[in-house]
Nanobody, 122 residues
Framework: QVQLVESGGGLVQPGGSLRLSCAAS????????MGWYRQAPGKQRELVAT???????NYRDSVKGRFTISRDNAKNTVYLQMNSLKPVDTAVYYC????????????????WGQGTQVTVSS
């Protein structure tokens, strides 16, 4: 099993910044990609940004140039630096571990964190 613990959410004014962190723990052999998704009230969960173990990144168009995802493979931790935040960024942000392999398991699977609230409001 893999546990994902997120931190760094909160309330920020428009134009402000926040940094989210997500640490994966457990008997982890490897994680193909880690990423952030978000879900606003009444909407479907959507991809925000992902990063592979090799450092390849992918962003949704609306956050390009404002958000930066990074990863510390040694610590199995992923970060999301969010700048120039807008009210439309308000959502619960979820950390994802894509195709994680753990000791004692012959298969890989996805894991999700519990989510952290990000509210952008004046």
């Amino acid at each position: 099993q893999v546990q994902l613990v997120e931190s760094g959410g909160g309330l920020v004014q428009p134009g402000g910044s926040l940094r989210l962190s997500c640490a994966a723990s457990g008997s982890i052999i490897s994680i193909y990609a880690m990423g952030w998704y978000r879900q606003a009230p009444g909407k479907q969960r959507e991809l925000v940004a992902t990063i592979t173990s090799g450092g390849s990144t992918n962003y949704r168009d609306s956050v390009k140039g404002r958000f930066t995802i990074s990863r510390d493979n040694a610590k199995n931790t992923v970060y999301l630096q969010m700048n120039s935040l807008k009210p439309v960024d308000t959502a619960v942000y979820y950390c994802n571990a894509d195709r994680a392999r753990v000791v004692g398991s012959g298969i890989s699977r996805d894991y999700w964190g519990q989510g952290t609230q990000v509210t952008v409001s004046s």
